[in-house]
């Protein structure tokens, strides 16, 4: 089970937020945007969770929190297909424990940040049940083949969100494009916002776009 760092909505709580953060990182390092999300989303539990600590290949063994294994920056290199699946197993886990606890599945959506965003692309693609949006920032969806193979029908019409500064550095934007560019192929309902000069890293703009997606797939009433 994934340890996380939990906000708690500020009114009744009818939906949840699940936001997934990169590599090297932990829950803390999103949890403050709750502070900005939760005034336009009052009814909205936000959970961070903190990836496993594991080798990563790309920065020589060293162990850090990561959902899965970098052995290069290509997109086209080798990538930890064994090390995603395995993350995946763990985030659905969460998502099933918030539906055990009342919360719908079509009222939770899956957020995430480079690494998380990778997460949260492959977590809603081949959930069971239909999720509320998917969100990647600074991101790309990794081993698409296999995704696509594993997604489902219920989260088919399910609407994506793709933040990525053209300056990034780390993800580069063009594999964010090829990303995209493979949902669409899908028929995915993809909106790609193109956030110019930002490297990896969010905006006061790009959490503006976020919360405005978030609104309109998790409002306040059902």
Same mark, same amino acid.
């Given at each position: 089970?994934?340890k996380?760092? %939990?906000?708690?909505?500020?009114?009744?709580?009818?939906?949840?937020?699940?936001f997934?953060?990169?590599? $090297?990182?932990?829950?803390? $390092?999103w949890?403050? @945007?709750?502070?900005?999300?939760?005034?336009?989303l !009052?009814h909205?539990?936000? @959970?961070? !969770?903190?990836?496993?600590? %594991? !080798?990563? *290949?790309?920065?020589?063994?060293?162990?850090?929190?990561?959902?899965?294994?970098?052995?290069?920056?290509?997109?086209?290199?080798?990538?930890?297909?064994?090390g995603?699946?395995?993350? +995946?197993?763990?985030? %659905? *886990? +969460?998502?099933?424990?918030?539906?055990?606890?009342?919360?719908?599945?079509?009222?939770?959506?899956? =957020?995430?940040?480079?690494? $998380?965003?990778?997460?949260?692309?492959i977590?809603?693609?081949?959930?069971?049940?239909? +999720?509320?949006?998917?969100?990647a920032?600074?991101?790309?969806?990794?081993?698409?083949?296999?995704?696509?193979?594993?997604?489902?029908?219920?989260?088919?019409? *399910?609407?994506?969100?793709?933040?990525?500064?053209?300056d990034? !550095?780390?993800?580069?934007?063009?594999?964010?494009? +090829?990303?995209?560019?493979?949902?669409?192929?899908?028929?995915?309902?993809?909106?790609?916002? *193109?956030?110019? $000069?930002?490297?990896?890293?969010? =905006?006061?703009?790009?959490?503006?776009?976020? =919360?405005?997606?978030?609104?309109?797939?998790?409002?306040?009433?059902?």
């Open positions: 089970m994934l996380f760092i %939990k906000k708690d909505a500020l009114k009744k709580h009818t939906a949840t937020v699940i997934m953060h990169g590599l $090297g990182d932990s829950g803390n $390092g949890a403050p @945007i709750s502070d900005i999300l939760g005034e336009k !009052p909205v539990k936000f @959970i961070f !969770p903190h990836a496993p600590v %594991k !080798p990563v *290949t790309l920065n020589y063994g060293m162990e850090m929190p990561a959902w899965y294994d970098i052995f290069s920056l290509s997109r086209f290199e080798k990538e930890d297909e064994e995603l699946l395995q993350s +995946l197993g763990l985030v %659905k *886990t +969460l998502i099933n424990n918030e539906v055990d606890m009342g919360t719908p599945s079509s009222r939770i959506a899956v =957020c995430g940040f480079s690494q $998380g965003a990778a997460m949260a692309y977590t809603g693609l081949t959930f069971e049940t239909k +999720l509320a949006g998917i969100v920032l600074s991101g790309y969806l990794p081993i698409h083949d296999t995704v696509f193979r594993m997604a489902t029908d219920a989260n088919k019409p *399910t609407k994506i969100f793709v933040g990525h500064g053209t990034d !550095p780390v993800v580069r934007y063009e594999l964010s494009t +090829l990303s995209v560019n493979e949902l669409k192929k899908e028929n995915y309902n993809v909106e790609f916002k *193109t956030y110019v $000069g930002l490297e990896h890293s969010s =905006c006061p703009q790009e959490i503006l776009d976020l =919360c405005e997606f978030l609104s309109k797939n998790l409002p306040e009433t059902q």
